[in-house]
């Protein structure tokens, strides 16, 4: 069964850095890309990135390059997303999705999100 | 890049068929993947490629495109399929990315 299970709810201030998982069970993790979701609060789902863990090619959403890193370590199957300075807009949930594929692309199985809250 | 424009809203007695529309430049070349999300859940996708449901998603779910519109229609639409959709495509560049329509909020009356 395919699966992946990310890290939990964090609370930080601005400034701060921060860096949540996402670990793929079930299938192999270096054959697919992975990809990260924010959703702010009421709000819609927006892609911000993905990364091929099997030779870490990563690509941003040019909306979000240059305002998060998105790594992995394929070795325990684990995917990341990090900032290094967070703001108060960057509170929200974060998926991550297995991203599937080839002409037509999909995110066929999700993480059940990670809320991140940064408040002073 | 590549935008996806829905309806934010959209309504249905129950027992009868939605048709939930996706429009967008990049649907010319790609098809749309269709995903649900219900309060607090995560998304689920619910059709993928040309009208391709996932294991366990009910057959009244389908897809359909034509020129640089995407549909997904609810034949036969019940209580539980309230819930927000969501479409995305593969955007114009050739790159893997994806990009994502607003949403559309089903209400199931």
């Known amino acids: 069964e395919v699966q992946l299970v990310q890290s939990g709810a964090e609370v930080k201030k601005p400034g701060e850095s921060l860096k949540i998982s996402c670990k793929g069970s079930?299938?192999?993790?270096?054959?697919?890309?992975i990809g990260w979701v924010r959703q702010m609060p009421g709000k819609g789902l927006e892609w911000m990135g993905i990364i091929y863990p099997g030779d870490s090619d990563t690509r941003y959403s040019p909306s979000f390059q240059g305002q998060v890193t998105i790594s992995a370590d394929k070795s325990i199957s684990t995917a990341y997303l990090q900032w290094s300075s967070l703001k108060a807009s960057d509170t929200a949930m974060y998926y991550c999705a297995r991203q599937s594929g080839f002409g037509e692309l999909y995110l066929d199985y999700w993480g059940q999100g990670t809320l991140v809250t940064v408040s002073s | 890049s590549s935008e996806l424009t829905q309806d934010p809203a959209v309504s249905v007695a129950l027992g009868q068929t939605v048709r939930i529309t996706c429009q967008g430049d990049?649907?010319?070349?790609?098809?749309a993947s269709w995903y649900q999300q219900k309060p607090g859940q995560a998304p689920v996708l619910v059709i993928y490629?040309?009208?391709n449901r996932p294991s366990g998603i009910p057959d009244r779910f389908s897809g359909s495109s034509s020129g640089n519109t995407a549909s997904l229609t609810i034949t036969g639409a019940q209580a539980e399929d309230e819930a927000d959709y969501y479409c995305?495509?593969?955007?114009?560049?050739?790159?893997?990315?994806?990009?994502f329509g607003g949403g559309t909020k089903l209400t199931v009356l």
């Open positions: 490629g040309k009208n």
């Open positions: 995305n495509s593969r955007d114009s560049s050739g790159n893997p990315h994806v990009v």
């Open positions: 079930g299938y192999s993790f270096t054959s697919y890309w």
């Open positions: 990049s649907l010319r070349s790609y098809y």
